[in-house]
Nanobody, 116 residues
Framework: QVQLVESGGGSVQPGGSLRLSCVLS????????MGWYRQAPGNEREWVAV???????VYADSVKGRFTISRDRTKTTMLLQMHSLKPEDTDVYYC??????????WGQGTQVTVSS
């Protein structure tokens, strides 16, 4: 079991920045992927940025060049630094880990609102 707790969401004007944090606890063994997803009411959850295994991060086209995902060496903290935020980035953001046994874990979500 892995527990994930997000923080750092909030309201910001267009062009602003926010940094989301995800603290992981429990069993880190077997983690194959760590990432951030987002979802608006009535929409499907979409991936934003993922670190697959020990490879470099990959980003959705909509956030490339503006968002940066990172994690610490112990894989117990994951960050999403967001710059040049746009109104269309408004969503609930979730952190996620996937394990080798196909299990999937999610945080409770943190709201990001970009509005003038």
């Amino acid at each position: 079991q892995v527990q994930l707790v997000e923080s750092g969401g909030g309201s910001v004007q267009p062009g602003g920045s926010l940094r989301l944090s995800c603290v992981l606890s429990g069993s880190m063994a077997g983690i194959t992927s760590m990432g951030w997803y987002r979802q608006a009411p009535g929409n499907e959850r979409e991936w934003v940025a993922v670190i697959p295994g020990d490879y470099g991060p990959v980003y959705a086209d909509s956030v490339k060049g503006r968002f940066t995902i990172s994690r610490d060496r112990t894989k117990t903290t994951m960050l999403l630094q967001m710059h040049s935020l746009k109104p269309e980035d408004t969503d609930v953001y979730y952190c996620n880990v996937q394990k080798r046994d196909q299990s999937d874990y999610w945080g409770q979500g943190t709201q990001v609102t970009v509005s003038s």
